[in-house]
């Protein structure tokens, strides 16, 4: 059976936000700024909207250069904790759809993740292009806000396949499709090629993957060192296998699961939040870890997504532990909203090698 791999990338993600913010800018050019300490002029563009980009406009470009080629466009100053709030509630979202429980799930900025749903879709492209529009309405409900989705066999075509059709897009490239889709693009396109690699594959005559992907690998390995020149050889061949594995992921135990019906009833909630401490704890427990953080997710039935943190004084490997202060939130959240839930997940954080396995009452 194929990997399948969704990249889903928010539009224009920070302009976006200030639009829904204020409905009043939404048909004009706008600019979000991130002004340096030399003051307003100083700055560079973060991001801004599309009407802003047919103007020419474009991210890291200064700010004083947007503002001679578009004076009339709306300027604002970047609001990255404001931003980041909303990138949480989506993430959260995006990480219930991926297999293994939200396990198989990578974010790689503040705007984009990986999403593995090879078990979701049953291998099943067709289904997956399904689930890849219900995650698009999902964040569309949630936080009014559009995505883009490439879906490929393998990360980094997932994630050259979300940019082809933006804002709003679905780009499917199956298996068959792969060796037409690299062909043609210049190198500097191949995700993980940057400017020094383009250059120095500039010198050796390598314009296009094509070129790449034809090219001696002995040679490639001489120019660029083994594992680099092998990689390169094959990301050009359309051939990935690097898991869809959170980079912070060591730091993070957790699972995910649905309801099996939208209800808000103590019984059926605490006793699905049972089974997820009870796999957790097991999780927590081979990997001889401790904790300082137990976090508890909530996907209400309208997808609106709420998580709610406690951290402990000490690290502890004690599962009575996890499950009271996972009652105790998900008690808290269960005060906070009339809404059925969906989904719920458990997760511990924080994590610290268990020298020898404390227990809660060593500390007491
Ligand atoms: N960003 C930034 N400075 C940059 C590039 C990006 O501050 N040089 C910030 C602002 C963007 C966000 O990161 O909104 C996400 O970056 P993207 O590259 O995904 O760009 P956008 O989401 O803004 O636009 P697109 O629709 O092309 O994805
Ligand atoms: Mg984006
Ligand atoms: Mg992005």
Request: glycine share 8%; proline share 2%.
């Amino acid at each position: 059976m194929s990997r399948i791999i969704l990249h889903v990338d928010m539009d224009y993600f920070y302009a976006a936000i200030e639009e829904r913010e204020d409905p009043s800018i939404k048909d004009k050019a706008v600019v979000v700024c991130m002004y340096s300490n030399r003051g307003e002029e100083g700055g560079a563009v973060s991001t801004c909207n599309y009407i802003a980009r047919e103007a020419g406009i474009h991210s890291a470009m200064p700010c004083r250069l947007a503002k001679s080629i578009k004076p009339d466009a709306v300027y604002l100053p970047v609001r990255k904790e404001f931003y980041t709030e909303v990138s949480d509630r989506i993430m959260e979202v995006l990480r219930s759809y991926s297999d293994g429980d939200g396990e198989l799930f990578e974010k790689i900025s503040i705007d984009e993740a990986f999403i593995e749903i090879t078990d979701g879709a049953g291998g099943d492209f067709d289904t997956a292009v399904r689930i890849a529009k219900q995650i698009k309405g999902d964040v569309k409900d949630m936080e009014g806000l559009t995505c883009s989705v490439g879906i490929g066999p393998n990360k980094i075509i997932a994630k050259m396949a979300s940019s082809r059709q933006k804002p709003d897009g679905i780009t499917l490239i199956r298996n068959e499709d792969v060796e037409d889709f690299l062909m043609e693009m210049p190198v500097s396109k191949l995700w993980g090629i940057g400017n020094v690699t383009e250059d120095k594959l500039a010198e050796m005559g390598i314009e296009t993957v094509k070129d790449l992907a034809g090219h001696d690998v002995q040679e490639l390995i001489g120019a660029f060192g083994k594992s680099r020149g092998a990689w390169l050889k094959m990301a050009a061949s359309g051939i990935d296998d690097s898991p869809v594995k959170e980079k912070t992921a060591s730091d993070q135990i957790g699972r995910m699961a649905s309801l099996t019906h939208d209800t808000r009833k103590s019984d059926l909630v605490l006793s699905l939040l049972d089974e997820l401490v009870d796999d957790v704890f097991r999780k927590v427990r081979s990997r001889s870890v401790s904790f300082r953080s137990v976090t508890v997710t909530v996907i209400y039935s309208n997808f609106k997504t709420v998580t709610k943190s406690h951290t402990l004084n000490h690290p502890v490997a004690d599962k009575a532990m996890l499950r009271e202060v996972s009652y105790q939130i998900m008690g808290e959240l269960l005060d906070s909203s009339t809404l059925n839930l969906r989904r719920i997940g458990v997760r511990v954080g924080n994590l610290q090698e268990s020298k020898g396995q404390k227990t809660l009452a060593e500390f007491f």
